[in-house]
């Protein structure tokens, strides 16, 4: 079956703009996590969903971050006013509610210019 | 302070060697996971390891989990080219308001030919 999708899978804008990131989750799959991977890091909790609404967004790192999932499923990620360092991959994942496992999808690298 | 972290950070072995890498903290955790990744892709699960001192096997994989709970380690054997990636650890973080996953800063494996 189909895993979770990311698009674009890259992203080049300059620092200032608004970009959207989105995620198709699996389906059925009513968890889902954004995470910001640095370079030579590991992954950073972002935010997380349950059906539609945000259950914890406790990671965005300032109000210009922001995610929405009006219909339980596919996700969005925006982020306003870009800055050199919001530059990183943008991992989003998936599990049914009360799964073990997270299933991640490639990521969106992102590069503010 | 990172709260998991992760040694060493980067390794170059040759195909057919040995090796251990480690994810160390200074507070308990009720489970662990290990997550492999692939460049261009996201993080894949490994192994999820829960009981103190339990050994876990995954074909030339070992996984074990400290007495204490308080690290964890995953020891290759006779590694191969294809085991070339980003090994990365992480605790789940809440119960019923998800399942967020803290990553440590990962080793990253090169096993040369």
């Known amino acids: 079956g189909a895993g979770v999708s990311q698009t674009p899978s890259n992203k080049v804008t300059e620092k200032g703009k608004y970009v959207e990131l989105r995620c198709d989750p699996i389906s059925g799959h009513t968890a889902l996590y954004w995470y910001r991977q640095s370079l030579g890091q590991g992954p950073e909790f972002l935010i997380y969903?349950?059906?539609?609404?945000?259950?914890?967004d406790s990671g965005l790192p300032n109000d210009r971050f922001f995610a929405v999932r009006p219909e339980g499923s596919v996700s969005t990620l925006k982020i306003q006013r870009t800055e050199r360092g919001d530059s990183a991959v943008y991992l989003c994942?998936?599990?049914?509610?009360?799964?073990?496992?997270?299933?991640f999808g490639p990521g969106t690298r992102l590069t503010v210019t | 302070t990172q709260l998991l972290e992760q040694s060493p950070q980067f390794l170059s072995i040759q195909e057919g060697e040995n090796l251990t890498v480690y994810c160390n903290s200074s507070s308990v955790f009720s489970s662990l996971q290990w997550y492999r990744q692939e460049p261009g892709e996201g993080p894949v699960l490994l192994v999820t390891?829960?009981?103190?001192?339990e050994v876990k096997k995954l074909k030339r994989l070992t996984f074990q989990f400290g007495d204490a709970r308080k690290d964890s380690s995953l020891h290759i054997t006779a590694a191969q080219p294809g085991d070339t990636g980003l090994y990365l650890c992480a605790l789940k973080r809440g119960s019923d308001a998800g399942n967020m996953l803290t990553f440590g800063g990962g080793t990253r494996l090169m096993v040369k030919p």
């Open positions: 994942a998936s599990s049914s509610r009360t799964g073990n496992e997270q299933y």
């Open positions: 969903f349950q059906g539609t609404g945000a259950a914890d």
């Open positions: 390891v829960v009981t103190g001192g």
